[in-house]
């Protein structure tokens, strides 16, 4: 059994279940749950070499169970972390006289020593590809009388060029839960000009409430720079940045700083100053909720000075956000609509079209996957004209519309069947392993169960009839013992005819699968338990929940003749 396989395990053993005890039970409880359940499974008991393994195998978890709730330690441990919390390394050191409160906060000192050995073995790479193309002969007006001859008028090829492209990557190698080191690099070209460069920083913990880094980069000469972070108060932080760059031309020092602070649950107000390689000053208010992601923002500065308000409405049930961006300044007039939708768990698709004086007509297009992102800015027009606005809108609509569903939509149904035969697969080996040992154990507890129904019978007292649990379908399907019954249901009526006490059986309010003889035969379905019984010569039947306590008999669970 592999890794995953034992954690599941782990996750579904339930102990209060498995003895059919209240989480509260008593020392008593505990102790009386154990003897009745040691009895049944114990080796000793059985010369059939296959039922003694079954029985060891049951006697063994049975013994798990009673030594965990009643050691008051590894209890207060179950209660509060589950029987993963057990398997935690480091257990032994623990003082037994600790509280609850304490043992949590013991087991997550040790994850977290976990998490940090584990830190060591991981980086955290980002990149992204940006590129730039100007398609404007596309929309270009010629005049028919000109001069002017190029051999792309006679085959009717618009010249279309990309006119800058930059990369970067970056990759995070933690050191510690304190210490990061971080290696970025970038390159980038426009038409025709190339630069590069290469940034090593090292970025540390110093408390709860910031930060410091140091970075040294080399490009266009050598820089050093110093990052802050610090939150000063409850909803009031800020960070600052000292740049230090050494070029050709000689020394450029250069400040950028921030303060924040929380205006109420969903929205931030920030105010940033810089000064040296750029001057100005920015404030902006971020109201980010459920459903909506409004940025306003006014900056004054070198060389222009401009207010934008920036619209993102979102819509978590389709996974789409639409998006408004206004901007105005000494620049000119900006105005940016669009889309984004989410294509897959980890990837999203963007699209906006962006109309300004003097920019004109752009049409930009986004892919995040993961930690890498692609864009691409298209120049459609430098001056404003219906034509490339209504291409720029239609084209990337109807592009998705039918990308979607000739590629993503046959893409995600495929990898959705993928992912479900391998589910599929992986639960089959171990539901065959729990029915097993359902089925082993109901075959242990049958001469029990004879001798509970002879003592009942003779006193008139509670005889399971039948009982059924899992996706109960119709009483007929069962009787004519339907393929489909057999698949979704098991029965169960040895398993609580075995729990029967003085003519009573209580069940606990847990899932019924962790009961001896039990099993789950559809996880992640609703299940039901259904229970037909003779009390007094009397039939009786109740269906309830899996998770729903059981107490018969009960008047109301009379069948009327």
């Known amino acids: 059994m592999d890794d995953s396989d034992s954690d599941t395990q782990q996750e579904t053993d339930d102990y209060y279940t498995f003895l059919n005890i209240a989480r509260n039970a008593t020392d008593d409880e505990i102790n009386n749950a154990y003897r ?18 079954e029985a060891e195998i049951l006697f063994s978890k049975t ?14 441990i179950y209660d509060n972390l589950g029987s993963k919390g057990l398997e935690t390394q480091g257990w032994e050191i623990v003082q037994r006289t600790k509280t609850p409160h304490e043992i949590r906060e013991e087991y997550e000192r040790l994850a977290r020593e976990r998490e940090e050995r584990r830190l060591q073995q991981r980086t955290n790479p980002k990149s992204s590809v940006t590129m730039t193309v100007n398609a404007t002969e596309l929309f270009n007006i010629y005049d028919e009388d000109s001069d002017y001859f190029d051999l792309r008028d006679l085959v009717g090829m618009p010249h ?5 492209m930059s990369l970067s990557q970056s990759i995070e190698a933690p050191l510690t839960n304190q210490d990061t080191a971080i ?8 038409n025709g000009n190339g630069s590069g460069a290469l940034s090593c920083s090292l970025r540390k913990v110093t408390s709860e409430k910031g930060w410091g880094e140091l970075e040294v980069g080399a490009g266009n000469g050598l820089s050093l720079t110093a990052k802050g972070f610090r939150n000063f108060s409850r909803g009031v932080f800020g960070n600052c940045s000292v740049l230090t760059h050494f070029s050709p031309t000689g020394l450029r020092i250069g400040t950028v700083a921030t303060i924040a602070n929380q205006l109420d649950k969903h929205t931030v107000g920030y105010l940033t100053w810089k000064a040296g390689l750029q001057s100005g000053m920015n404030t902006m208010i971020i109201r980010d909720t459920t459903n909506l992601h409004l940025v306003a923002s006014l900056y004054f500065g070198i060389p222009h000075t401009y207010a934008a308000l920036s619209y993102t409405h979102k819509m978590p049930e389709r996974e789409s956000k639409l998006k408004l961006t206004g901007k105005a300044g000494t620049f000119g007039v900006m105005f940016e609509y669009g889309a984004e939708k989410k294509v897959s768990k980890n990837s999203s698709l963007a699209a906006n079209l962006s109309i300004g004086i003097p920019t004109g007509v752009q049409l930009k297009l986004k892919l995040h996957r993961a930690s890498q992102t692609y864009a691409t800015t298209i120049l459609l027009c430098e001056e404003i004209m219906p034509a490339p606005i209504i291409y720029g809108t239609v084209v990337p609509l109807v592009g998705w519309l039918a990308m979607h569903k000739l590629i993503i939509t046959p893409y995600l149904r495929k990898q959705k069947q993928t992912e479900l035969m391998k589910q599929r697969e992986g639960n089959k080996a171990r539901l065959t392993e729990m029915r097993r040992q359902a089925f082993a154990a109901i075959d242990l507890m049958r001469e029990t169960v004879r001798r509970i129904v002879d003592q ?38 040895i398993p609580l005819q075995c729990l029967v006490k003085d003519s009573k059986l209580i069940l606990q309010e847990s899932s ?15 299940k039901s338990l259904r229970v037909r019984y003779l009390f007094h010569a009397v039939t009786h039947q109740v269906t309830i929940k899996d998770d729903e306590s059981l107490r018969i008999p009960k008047q109301s669970h009379r069948l009327d003749t």
């Open 160 to 164: 279309i060029e990309i006119s800058g």
């Open 456 to 493: 009942e019978e003779a006193k008139k007292g509670l005889v399971i009839l039948s009982a059924w649990y899992g996706q109960l379908i119709s009483e007929e399907a069962i009787d004519e013992e339907d393929s489909k019954a057999a698949e979704t249901m098991m029965d169960v009526t």
């Open 512 to 526: 019924k699968s962790g009961l001896p003889g039990f099993y789950d035969s559809c996880p992640g379905e609703d």
């Open 63 to 76: 013994k798990k169970a009673y030594e965990v709730l009643s050691d008051p330690h590894m209890r207060a």
């Open 183 to 190: 290696l970025s690099g970038n390159l980038s070209s426009h």
């Open 36 to 53: 009745r359940l040691s009895r049944l499974y114990h080796p000793d008991k059985h010369t059939d070499l296959q039922r003694k393994k």
